[in-house]
């Protein structure tokens, strides 16, 4: 179908808009959610349609998913499950894993050829198991968010944390630092902690291949390793991983 | 033998994760004498602190205590201790000592919280999260820091209201956030504050449910001394909760009951042997892991 098409996605942590033209990206916007989701909403979907060089008017069809994205008033609103299916379909065809590592939790979901999701699971909303962990440690740490992967990359020996919930993390990240720990290595550590916990939310049973990490969590080198490590797997990152929700409903949009 | 022991003490000492705690009972098992500090970082030191003040209060000498037993995530670090027992064994022999009837205990402690089902004196089921602060004193501290408030003072606020604002967070990072959220929404502080109890008392009693929920409840645990925790635990379960005088004791007091009836079991054994105790001023370094 001809025409161009917007999906939004207002997530927990961050917002997302696509433009999509016959099945390419034509624009993307990316920019923290903050507390009021309709002006977010309207701020993401002008940030897009600048990039697209286009007018509301120009849009053929909208839809929109993520916590806020009710607020967003497109023509539909679709769940993230079904959307992170649709847009990481189109990007990866033989895509059958889904690892969503978002901003307030995680979620597996398992589809067939065609983006139709065949089974899904939710993390509770924790944030070990989301990209908030990662946000904590570049606290504590005193480090950019964006260097944690290729910091942890270097480990050469990672700690071991004896809880998973990011409250006591943080107590316990102080004492490894406190007994001489280096930061590569307790990164590395809390990296396979996420990766643990993720395993765990995936079925028994043999891992449908290819595997996607997407979220803002994909953004780290360390734990996208982590995970393929955990799972041993290769698994593929998209260019953008945090806009593939907002891409799956632009392509719900385009097929209504 | 049995004259002699009928005449001497024995202690329990509890090292909790925040909280130390140490109880000494007489013959009868009566309290003479409690004390509760902070744990800190030297376990080992705090240990023989809170036994000398435990002392102190009692006025007894160290060659008057027959048995000691030490119970708690610090039992380790005791190194005067006769024997260690576990904290959910001491727990539930304090509780049914104050409350023969008990059914259900419920425990919120620094870092933790235990639930366990008592019959007839006796621990017949139990579960317990250290996984995850949401449900532990920790979320607490966690919303006092946010507020600026001190944990005392948050109890009696949150008396002032019948209408908690609901809190959809479980997790204690993300409640953090919304209590913030609620407050810029210009939500009364009472209001939010009975929230925050109500979500910690909700995950704890989620756990509870787990083992069926029986009365008589008691509600223990550092967590348990906070008016604002025990209106809103009512409220959850909808039944009345009975609190001790102490609710930080439970643990040390199941202790020292117990140090007390070992010992009158190895004295009609014939096998209790009173050791001359010390409480060595244990120097800890942090070198000590490496060696």
């Known amino acids: 179908m001809s025409g161009y098409f917007l999906g939004i996605d207002i997530g927990a942590a961050g917002s997302k808009a696509v433009i999509l033209d016959s099945e390419k990206i034509l624009a993307l916007a990316v920019m923290p959610s903050g507390t009021n989701y309709s002006t977010t909403s309207a701020a993401v979907k002008a940030e897009v349609l600048k990039q697209a060089g286009l007018k509301e008017s120009g849009i053929t069809a909208s839809a929109a998913t993520g916590i806020g994205g009710r607020n967003a008033g497109t023509d539909s609103y679709h769940g993230v499950i079904l959307c992170d299916a649709r847009g990481v379909n189109l990007l990866f065809p033989a895509a059958r894993t889904i690892i969503d590592i978002g901003g307030q939790g995680s979620q597996v979901i398992t589809m067939d050829e065609a983006g139709r999701v065949i089974n899904f699971n939710v993390s509770e909303i924790c944030a070990t198991g989301s990209a908030r962990l990662l946000q904590v440690l570049a606290r504590i740490l005193q480090i950019d968010i964006n260097d944690i992967g290729p910091l942890s990359l270097k480990a050469t020996s990672p700690s071991n944390f004896s809880t998973s919930c990011t409250v006591f993390l943080e107590t316990e990240v102080i004492t490894r630092i406190s007994q001489g720990d280096r930061p590569e290595d307790i990164l590395a550590g809390i990296h396979r902690s996420i990766a643990d916990k993720i395993s765990g939310m995936l079925s028994s049973g043999a891992i449908q291949k290819d595997v996607v990490i997407i979220g803002g969590g994909a953004l780290d080198t360390g734990l996208v390793k982590a995970i393929e490590d955990k799972l041993g797997i290769q698994a593929r990152v998209p260019e953008n991983p945090r806009i593939t929700a907002a891409l799956g409903a632009a392509v719900i949009a385009s097929q209504r | ?291």
């Open chain 2, 1 to 291: 033998m049995l004259n002699e022991i009928s005449r001497l003490f024995f202690a329990g000492i509890d090292i909790g994760s925040t909280m130390s705690k140490a109880v000494i009972v007489d013959a009868s098992g009566v309290v003479r004498a409690y004390v509760v500090g902070p744990t800190g970082a030297e376990h080992r030191r705090r240990a023989n602190k809170v036994m000398e003040d435990v002392m102190l209060k009692a006025g007894i000498t160290l060659d008057e205590v027959a048995y000691i037993i030490s119970t708690g995530y610090g039992r380790v670090s005791v190194p005067f201790a006769d024997k260690q027992v576990t904290e959910l064994t001491c727990h539930a022999r304090g509780v049914s000592t104050l409350f023969p009837d008990v059914r259900t205990a419920i425990d919120i402690g620094g870092q933790d919280a235990k639930v366990l089902k008592i019959k007839n004196g006796r621990l017949t089921d139990f579960l317990t999260n250290e996984k995850c602060a949401a449900g532990t004193g920790r979320f607490l501290e966690v919303a006092a820091d946010t507020l600026g408030l001190d944990l005392n003072e948050m109890g009696r606020i949150s008396l002032q209201t019948e209408t908690p604002v609901k809190i959809n967070s479980l997790c204690t990072i993300f409640a953090q956030q919304e209590i913030i959220s609620r407050l810029s929404e210009g939500q009364p502080l009472p209001d939010i504050l009975a929230g925050v109890y109500i979500a910690v008392t909700t995950r704890v009693v989620k756990l509870a449910r787990q083992l069926k929920v029986e009365p008589p409840v008691v509600f223990t645990g550092g967590v348990a001394k906070n008016v604002g925790m025990v209106k809103a635990m009512e409220i959850v379960l909808s039944m009345p909760v009975l609190v001790p005088e102490e609710p930080l004791i439970t643990g040390a007091l199941g202790a020292a009951i117990l140090a007390r009836d070992q010992a009158f079991q190895l004295v009609q054994d014939g096998l209790l042997q009173i050791k001359k105790k010390e409480l060595t001023e244990a120097h800890i370094d942090f070198t000590e892991k490496n060696r």
